[in-house]
């Protein structure tokens, strides 16, 4: 009996410092936020995988399944699934050739956008070009609107009769029909994404140049280095870390990208992996498209792993030190003028053009008909029932977007989605991030460190099966969420917590611990600590990951396009609907909608911002 209270005894200190440190608020905060991110990242990553191993054929599928004669069990282990995609004689349509448009679409559009981004980046930062705000202002729109408008503009200008139905622009002016392969397929793809994805390269090789002390470039030309030496030799390998992050970005979102290669591939049968795994899940092909998804994740992690190897392989990337900095521009002399002209045509081109076109589409009434005297407002104003001037019924009796109750309805949704989703991702951001800084180095904050930064991974439609896939029925106290708008606001959360989580940390460091242990000895409580001192300091992160997880979410399709249902439709799906049924008029009015709310959120949002932090440098 001594013996056992003797152990008891030994024991209690060590009980007693373990239930003092998991009382902490960073342990509790901590220990919440991992199984959250167990629940709604690992577990659905789990169930990706258990759906991919199970018998999973619809009731359509299964009879051809048993007369080939493979013997399986609906709902029970097998390997199917995987023979039909990699080893069978659906393999070369079903993974084979996506796969290939995929490999040839993400090469082509990360090399294509990493050079236009880089090149406009070293331009504005590190040459004497004039209207540098200006430039820089206008070359990262792009970023604040979705990816597909492009390719429904290039639609609209490059559509030929063989295929598109309706003639576009230029089959209407020249009475030509441009060929196939500029209508649709690889190069349209990768130019309309390649017009978006370079702001990207821009941003990030911006920041990284604008680092860079031009003694460094001057100390090799004054060795006798010549001016591509200096550029391979110096600045090349100083901004190589924001190229391979650029590259991660731009490589890992061409992988799951779905709007571009819908519109301008599928016509021709032209497929990827994205719109493979689409099709799939449309046919009825779950375990098939889960397989598909499996590939895609597995892609996107190889690439980040290489971009960590090769990045880590450097042992220093070193730009700022404490001797001083100075930023240097290069003279372009006399073609300066010239260069400035061409980026405004490059610009033009990319930010408005895809603008104006779509809105021209959305005021002509016949389709293919761009004259002046075809101009009609309906499709924005119009009442349902309206007649044309030869008394033909308007967009078959549909009412314009502003006074069509669905549109408005998908319009309040993609609004709603999209605030709900910002503020919920936004407030996690800082919360991951103070559990993850103020514990720094233990294994509870690297693992909550690497759950939030997982879907990263995931590419778009892929994270949206994955969450299909996991709340198609009911699992235990989890209810069935297909069908409803919680599913939608959980999958947007979930996918960017990445981003809010990361500027959740880095506000987070700006913020030294003695404040709050200073305010821990007054007495003041974890709560208060949180309300009084955390969260003012935080505010600028906080605004950050919400206008952040605002303009993706509004624009976003890939990820929703599985899980929308009639009730719980938003823009960017009607967008697609309509398009695929022939009403470009109205895809591309909505479209514009979609645009000019983003727009008009993130405006916002930044004077919000601004008014936030002149607050504070005024306290």
Known sequence: MSEIMG???????????FIRVMSTPQKIMGSILFILLVLFVFFPAVNLLYTAFTFSFSDKVLPQVVDRGIKAVPGKFTLVHFERVFDSGLTKNMFLIPLLHTIIITIGLTFTALTIGTILAWIVVRSDIPAKKLIANLATIPYIIPAWPTALAWLTVFKNNRVGGAPGWFQYIFHVAPPNWLSYGPVPIIICLSLHYYAYAFIIGSGALATIDSRLEETGELLGASKWQVMRKITFPLVLPSIFSAFILTFSRGIGVFGTPAFLGIPVRYFTLSTQLYSNIRNNLS???YVIAIVMILITGITIYMNIKVIGARKSFVTISGKGFRAKTVSLGSMKYIILILIIIFLIIAVFMPLYVLTWQ??????????????????????????DSRGILLAEGQAGILRNKMILSGAWNSIKLALFSAFFASVLGILIGYSIVRDRGKILSKMNDALSF???IFPGIAFGAIYLSMFAKAHGP????????AILVLVSVAKHVPYSSRTGTAAMMQVNRELEEAAELQGAGFLTRFSKIIFPLTKSGLVAGFMLSFITVMRELSLVVLLVTPKTKVLTTMIYNYVQLGFHQFGDAITMLVVAITLTGTVIIRRFQKTDLSKGIGG
Do not use: C, Q
């Open 287 to 289: 375990g098939d498209a």
């Open 362 to 387: 959305s005021l002509m009434d016949v389709d293919g008909n761009y004259s002046f005297s075809n101009i009609t407002f309906h499709f924005w104003i119009g009442k349902a029932g309206s007649l």
């Open 7 to 17: 152990s008891e005894t030994k024991g209690s200190p060590f009980l007693r410092r």
């Open 454 to 456: 997982a879907p990263y």
């Open 478 to 485: 989890i209810p069935a969420l297909y069908g409803t708008f």
